[in-house]
């Protein structure tokens, strides 16, 4: 099995999704976070029950989170992201970003404040 079979077709609510996710990079990498390139994939394999998963600098967003708040959605992608860009293994449940679940999304804020705790900022304008 390879990674094209995970990957969702696209449509127009597979693109809207996708677009969302990519946009929380941007909004990342704007702030100051030093990002390599991420593959953004939307799957509908819900075989592991999780929202998303990360590896190998890519991200895959389940459908269902379609519907979430931005608040759920970034946090989601910033989670996957510590995932695919460091290769960090397996969760933190004393940190609300690397928790194995999102029980209260963090606003933006506090999002980029864990983040920050994983991948570096660059802090030179």
Not at 22 to 46: A, C, H, Q, S, W
Not at 61 to 83: N, T, W, Y
Not at 105 to 113: I, Q, V
Request: hydrophobic letters at 35%; glycine letters at 6%; charged letters at 30%.
């Amino acid at each position: 099995m390879n990674d094209n079979d995970y990957n969702k077709q696209m449509n127009k609510d597979t693109y809207s999704l996708r677009k969302r996710a990519m946009g929380f990079i941007y909004d990342m990498k704007e702030y100051g976070f030093i990002l390599p390139r991420i593959r953004v994939r939307i799957t509908n394999d819900d075989r592991h029950n999780v929202a998303g998963w990360g590896s190998d600098k890519s991200i895959w967003i389940a459908e269902k989170a379609v519907g979430m708040s931005d608040d759920f959605l970034r946090q989601l992608v910033a989670h996957e992201l510590v995932h695919a860009v460091i290769d960090y293994k397996g969760h933190d449940e004393r940190c609300g970003l690397m928790k194995s679940a999102i029980e209260t999304p963090m606003n933006k804020k506090d999002c980029f404040k864990h983040l920050s705790k994983y991948i570096k900022l660059n802090l030179v304008d």
